[in-house]
Each structure stands twice: as C-alpha cells, then as structure tokens.
C-alpha cells in the first residue's frame, strides 16, 4: 500500500493520535442538516475548524438560519471559515474580495477555505495576491487552501494549511505523498476522504498518520456522479461512524 513518499523511501514514524483533528469541509444548510451542526459544538470533538458555505459562498444576503449556526459556533470556541471558491485560478479578484468582505461582515469568519484552488506554479502570484488581501481584511486570518492535490511546493508559505488529499477511499488507499512534505508538521496538511467503509477506518488513520496529516476528514457517504451537488454531497452528512471516529481521535485539541 503506498502510503509513503513517491520516490518509494519511509516517511518516517507516524505521528501520535492526539495530533489528529477534524477539518469539515462544508455541512448542508442549517435547516436541512441541524443534527450535523449541533455536532460542531459538542463538547471534547477535535475540531480544527469548519467552514460555512451558504450558497457557494456567503450568498446574496443573511441567510438567518446560518447567522444562528454561525453564532453558536463561535460562543464553542470553533474556528470557521467562509469558502470562497477560486475556479481553478478563473475566478474575477474582485467577486473574491466581495464574497470574502460579505463573510467577514454578516458572519464574523475566522479566515478561509479556498477551494478550487489552483496548484500549478504559473498561479502562484495570483493566489499570493488573493491570500495577502484576505489577511489584509481580516487580521490573523487562517486560510486553508482547499487544492485536493500536492502543489507545487511555494503554496506551502502562503497558507496556514493545505488540502493535500481531497477524494475516494479507493483512490486514498494507494496514494503517496510529494517528498518536499516531509519538511513541514502534520498541522500543515489536511486529508479530506470519502466512501470510507467502517471495516477500513483504522487503515484510513493509519494512512493519514504515515502521510503526515494533522487534519482529516473522513466518511463512509459518497459523491453522486453526474449531479450537479456531487462535488459536495459526500460532507453534507455526518458519517455513519461519527460517534466512533470522535472517540478514536481523542479529546478536543484547544488552540
């Protein structure tokens, strides 16, 4: 199983279980999943942090059932992030700007999740441009940059965190890691896996400690091809082994 760097050598010991936390890519809307936001704020969840993603971004106005679930995340202590969806690199400076200043205005994000993010060096500057302004609107700001790849290595200094792996279970199980991570903690990094049965969850963890992962998020619900909502329908439902992978994972982790 190739979990270990590409060029074929170990990575190194894996990291110890109360490293790891949960990154949630994006909940259905509050109306729809209430069940799956109330587990955001449940006391002891190694939450890393969430992110809000009202109508592929913040929407055209406040949504009021997101402002309640906004509020009640923050009284928890749990850091939130507004996605912002960057197109592959497509998408116009200035709709990121807006969409990210409506975020901060109406829900009082901590920072962002950049998804969609372009992972080739060509589109570095611009990126790099997007990340200072974002940090220049909100100060501390944290920002994930959702890629689902491993980029080219300079996306490493611009963001508190990279999406790494964003996909199948029957993709993850055989997948390796770019030789350059191993230089950086597994804070860093972020493994977002879908379709996982129950019977290979301790592999998945296993996995991810190998690779150097310090964020995961891991489900047994799958995408839908050739629907619209594919892309997000796997997240938009808590895992049918949420109790179990909480209580696998440890006590919250505070920062």
């Known amino acids: 199983m190739s979990h270990l760097i590409s060029e074929g050598s170990p990575r190194g010991a894996p990291v110890a279980a109360a490293g790891l936390g949960f990154g949630v890519p994006g909940h259905a809307h509050p109306l729809v999943a209430p069940t799956e936001w109330a587990e955001l704020t449940r006391p002891d969840t190694p939450l890393h942090w969430a992110v809000l993603n009202v109508a592929r971004g913040p929407g055209a106005r406040r949504d009021p059932h997101c402002l309640t679930a906004a509020a009640r995340l923050r009284a928890a202590g749990v850091r939130m ?20 200043d409506r975020f901060l205005d109406w829900y009082r994000v ?9 992972v080739d060096r060509p589109d570095l500057p611009e990126t790099a441009r997007t990340v200072t302004t974002l940090r220049a609107m909100l100060a501390g700001a944290y920002v994930v940059l959702g890629q689902g790849a491993h980029p080219y290595r300079g996306y490493m200094e611009i963001a508190d965190q990279l999406v790494t792996f964003r996909g199948a279970w029957a993709d993850y199980r055989w997948s390796q890691v770019a030789e350059w991570t191993a230089g950086y903690p597994p804070e860093r990094f972020c493994h977002l896996v879908h379709g996982v049965p129950r019977a290979h969850l301790e592999e998945a963890l296993r996995i991810a400690r190998w ?14 091809p050739g629907q619209r ?7 938009e439902t808590l895992p049918g082994y949420w109790d179990e992978i909480v209580s696998r994972i440890g006590p919250r982790v505070m920062e």
């Open 81 to 100: 992030l507004g996605h912002l969806d960057l197109r592959c690199g497509t998408r116009p400076f200035g709709e990121l700007v807006g969409d990210a």
């Open 229 to 235: 909502t594919s892309a997000a329908a796997p997240w």
């Open 211 to 224: 690779q150097g992962a310090g964020t995961i998020y891991f489900t047994d619900r799958t995408d839908h």
């Open 110 to 118: 901590d920072g962002f999740y950049l998804d969609r993010c372009p």
